[in-house]
């Protein structure tokens, strides 16, 4: 437990850093050898948020859960609109009730192509789980803590303000003038704010290798403490 200690009171800024590093440099050595020059592999890359994949499998570890539990790879879980869907993290108690599920995304670069994607891609995610959790796909079970995880660039074109199209009624008030960045704000917020994720997190990079979060509310360490908040409230099953 003393590990999860010091984790938690460094606000896991080391964690985060490494993690950053790691995804800067991953993204430098897929773009190198890529035949791509659209930029496309500094969106869609895997592998890129391997680092982070790692604090959310520390912090479960750190808990007490057991390492058999915990998976980073080939997490197909059953959907309603569609027959699967591959997350990036899940845990299974023991019993194999599905404990949390997470989605992890980035995107530098590419954002008037891309945002829209990966709206699109947060919300039909969260809605076939939740009509298949509905249907009973997920039997005998409480619901499970849901997360969505966005790393984007902080750079000119992802701070400055965005273009509405309003060719036949006007937008909502809070996108008027808004960035890539406030509109992933806005996206992380109303995630959980209509019950789509149980939390969410939006953190910024930039070349420099530089971060930090958009709003606290949806700010990585927040996300974090929830994640370990639910853990510890759910340990007795994995207990012996």
Request: net charge negative.
């Amino acid at each position: 437990m003393q590990y999860i200690k010091d984790f938690m009171q460094n606000n896991f800024q080391n964690e985060i850093k490494n993690a950053i590093n790691q995804f800067w440099q991953t993204k430098k050595n897929q773009l190198a050898h890529s035949t791509d020059k659209s930029n496309r592999g500094a969106v869609v890359g895997g592998k890129q948020l391997d680092g982070f994949i790692g604090i959310l499998k520390n912090l479960a570890l750190s808990v007490g859960i057991n390492e058999s539990c915990i998976y980073t790879k080939n997490n197909y879980l059953p959907g309603y609109f569609r027959s699967s869907k591959d997350w990036d993290f899940i845990i299974l108690t023991p019993s194999n009730k599905l404990l949390v599920a997470i989605e992890l995304k980035s995107q530098v670069g590419s954002y008037g192509n891309n945002f829209n994607n990966r709206t699109e891609e947060a919300l039909g995610s969260a809605i076939d789980f939740w009509t298949a959790f509905r249907k009973e796909q997920f039997p005998h079970q409480e619901a499970p803590w849901l997360g969505y995880m966005m790393i984007i660039g902080k750079d000119e074109k992802s701070t400055i303000p965005v273009k509405n199209y309003e060719n036949h009624f006007p937008v909502r008030e809070e996108f008027q003038g808004a960035s890539y960045i406030e509109r992933y704000k806005i996206l992380c917020q109303k995630l959980i704010q209509e019950r789509h994720y149980t939390s969410t997190a939006l953190l910024w990079t930039n070349e420099e290798k530089d971060f930090g979060d958009v709003e606290e509310s949806i700010s990585l360490t927040f996300f974090l403490h929830s994640l370990y908040g639910y853990l510890i409230g759910h340990i007795h099953e994995f207990e012996h």
